[in-house]
């Protein structure tokens, strides 16, 4: 059982929702000439719930939950999942920098796209509300400053991360780099991931069997490795994040996940 979810900061979160959010997408789908390209998923279901908790050294500096809605929902005459994630800051962070942070994606159920992009932040008194309406047909964004010409399937920063939960890493080797297109603040950003092999990761979770990758950034042609980012995603159909940790100027900070629930699939947990 979930208990009821504190406070990150607003560097903690966008790092954390724009990275291990956007991690490792393959191009799996098949775009048709009749419109959206149709993606067998069985990775997620309405109702999954994930928690985690986010450490800054040895201090408990926020928490992020991701949770996907128990809802019918349509947008355009498509079934969605309505996916929202939370950011909040916790403790001594929470008396000096505030941070309340909200997401929400409409995600085609069928195409794995999203369809509406929702961004509220409200970081220390700065505040951003965003929303972005997302024509995958016709390869548009439009949010307040306009219409935005995107690539085919785009993606925003929380659609991303349940796209990758479709993956399959079993032909991946090592060093192998997968691209994804992420549309955010009026632009595109090529990011991609490299898959760094596979690792076993202990938490207050758990012990699990990890998928490690690295993000890396798209600088003209010419991949740039992020070497201070390194995720662990579960190693199982599920392909949860399990652990997310960043090198900061001083010190680090680590994402671990805390508490789950409602997963479709077995988890690769070894012991608790």
């Known amino acids: 059982m979930l208990y009821k979810v504190k406070q990150p900061l607003k560097f903690i979160l966008m790092r954390a929702l724009t990275t291990y959010l956007t991690f490792?997408?393959?191009?799996?789908?098949?775009?048709?000439?009749?419109?959206?390209?149709?993606i067998f998923q069985d990775q997620y279901a309405k109702g999954e719930r994930l928690l985690y908790r986010v450490h800054y050294g040895f201090i408990d500096a926020g928490e992020v939950l991701l949770e996907i809605k128990f809802e019918d929902e349509q947008i355009d005459g498509r079934d969605v999942f309505?996916?929202?994630?939370?950011?909040?800051s916790t403790g001594m962070f929470?008396?000096?920098?505030?941070?309340?942070?909200?997401?929400?994606?409409?995600?085609d159920a069928t195409a794995v796209v999203p369809l509406k992009f929702i961004r509220r932040v409200n970081e220390?008194?700065?505040?951003?509300?965003r929303d972005i309406e997302f024509k995958q047909l016709e390869n548009t964004a439009i949010d307040d400053k306009g219409e935005h010409e995107v690539p085919d399937n785009v993606q925003d920063l929380l659609s991303a991360f349940y796209y990758a939960r479709c993956l399959d890493f079993d032909n991946a080797t090592v060093?192998?780099?997968?691209?994804i297109n992420t549309f955010l603040d009026h632009e595109v950003f090529n990011m991609s991931v490299k898959y760094l092999g596979k690792e076993v990761i202990?938490?207050?979770?758990g012990t699990f069997n990890c998928i490690k990758i690295r993000p890396m950034l798209q600088e003209g042609r010419v991949f740039k490795e992020e070497e201070d980012m390194t995720i662990w995603v579960s190693d199982d159909k599920n392909h949860i994040p399990i652990r997310l940790q960043t090198n900061v100027v001083i010190g680090s900070i680590r994402m671990d996940l805390m508490e789950f629930s409602g997963l479709v699939n077995s988890l690769a947990r070894i012991k608790r």
């Open 24 to 38: 490792a997408i393959l191009f799996i789908g098949i775009a048709t000439a009749q419109g959206y390209r149709d």
């Open 124 to 129: 220390g008194g700065y505040k951003i509300e």
């Open 202 to 205: 202990e938490n207050d979770a």
């Open 175 to 179: 060093g192998d780099i997968f691209p």
């Open 94 to 107: 929470d008396w000096f920098y505030k941070v309340e942070d909200r997401y929400e994606t409409y995600i």
């Open 82 to 88: 309505h996916m929202v994630g939370l950011g909040y």
